[in-house]
């Protein structure tokens, strides 16, 4: 059974009655999912994950690989993360998302957006909301991370917002070096820049990611980018 819209246009649907109606964004997902002849969000989301390419694009990935995922608001970046997360999770491999944004709820209500029970993981998936989250912070969380670990940065720009971090730069050449040393897999959601919506592209690419202040992009291997429900993965050079 086909949705009669995109599912990131259901979702966006889904937080707009929640707000309209003051009601918990799960329950707005799975009235959403009810008037698409589906029971519950759940059963809609695992049908449309059926051609996610969310499983594909993991298997691209290799130990030691940094990946910038971009994408305007509401296109799915983070959940794209989330997804890249569960996948490890299904091989094994634990997944750890650090935000300085979303709360733990938040979350929950994103797998539950992915139709995922985040209960099934819950002695792999780790989340880290700390106002401290830096790369100092996360590779000291990490230091006992096994090899194949996934690691989702919500988001990128937010790293240096704090005048006592490091700068940009060198905060994710630290995480770089890190990442390598250690095999783990890391994940940096990363906010385009508006003037993207001007350039009528079908997808954003590396030349339209925000960049308040400096950052070498170069020092990412992969990128994947996402606008109106289509994907475009590469490497960064």
């Not at 983070?78 to 938040?106: C, D, I, Q, W």
């Not at 590396?206 to 170069?218: A, E, F, K, M, T």
Request: charged share 25%; proline share 5%; glycine share 8%.
């Amino acid at each position: 059974m086909k949705t009669t819209q995109p599912i990131y246009h259901l979702k966006r649907k889904a937080k707009a009655l929640s707000r309209a109606e003051d009601i918990p964004l799960h329950q707005a997902l799975d009235r959403i999912a009810r008037d698409e002849g589906y029971g519950r969000w759940s059963l809609l989301a695992a049908k449309a994950s059926e051609t996610t390419p969310a499983s594909e694009l993991f298997a691209h990935l290799r130990p030691g690989d940094l990946l910038l995922v971009g994408a305007r608001p509401g296109h799915g970046k983070t959940l794209m993360g989330l997804k890249l997360a569960v996948e490890a999770m299904k091989s094994g491999h634990p997944g750890v998302f650090f935000s300085l944004e979303y709360t733990r709820e938040n979350v929950d209500d994103r797998f539950r957006a992915i139709g995922v029970d985040r209960s099934q993981f819950d002695h792999l998936f780790e989340f880290d909301g700390s106002d401290a989250i830096s790369a100092d912070h996360m590779t000291a969380r990490l230091v006992s991370a096994p090899r194949g670990t996934l690691v989702v940065v919500d988001y990128l720009q937010l790293l240096d917002q704090k005048r006592e971090n490091p700068e940009l730069s060198a905060q994710v050449g630290i995480l770089k070096v890190f990442a390598r040393q250690r095999g783990i897999i890391m994940v940096f959601i990363a906010q385009i820049d508006r003037s993207f919506e001007m350039a009528q592209k079908p997808l954003p690419d590396i030349g339209d990611i925000r960049l308040p202040n400096p950052l070498d992009l170069q020092l990412f291997d992969k990128t994947c980018f996402l606008n109106n429900g289509k994907m475009v993965f590469g490497a960064a050079a």
